[in-house]
């Protein structure tokens, strides 16, 4: 069974950096793509950021050159470096896994807040 755990979340400053980290078990995590997305309140859920399987990045305008995806194999984690954050970065960002073209697992999320 594929579980996702989210870490890293947290109040911050504009301005600020957090680095969200995704623990993955259950699967075998180099072959799958890692993803993040994000919900913030009254709004839908959100596509932030993709890395495949062979280091191919992907990222939604909004947060292109202040965020940045990557994973380690060796430790079956993703992480989502977070710079200049913004008030509207504020949501609940969730780790997902999958094919490089599905999202098939996702984790709990983890609360990041803004603040101006």
């Known amino acids: 069974q594929v579980q996702l755990v989210e870490s890293g979340g947290g109040l911050v400053q504009v301005g600020g950096s957090l680095r969200l980290s995704c623990a993955a078990s259950g699967s075998i995590f180099s072959l799958n793509a890692m993803g993040w997305y994000r919900r913030a309140p009254g709004k839908q859920r959100e596509f932030v950021a993709q890395i495949t399987s062979g280091g191919y990045k992907k990222y939604a305008d909004s947060v292109k050159g202040r965020f940045t995806i990557s994973r380690d194999n060796a430790k079956n984690t993703a992480y989502l470096q977070m710079n200049g954050l913004k008030p509207e970065d504020t949501a609940v960002y969730y780790c997902?896994?999958?094919?490089?073209?599905?999202?098939?697992?996702w984790g709990q999320g983890t609360q990041v807040t803004v603040s101006s």
């Open positions: 997902t896994q999958g094919s490089d073209y599905t999202t098939d697992y």
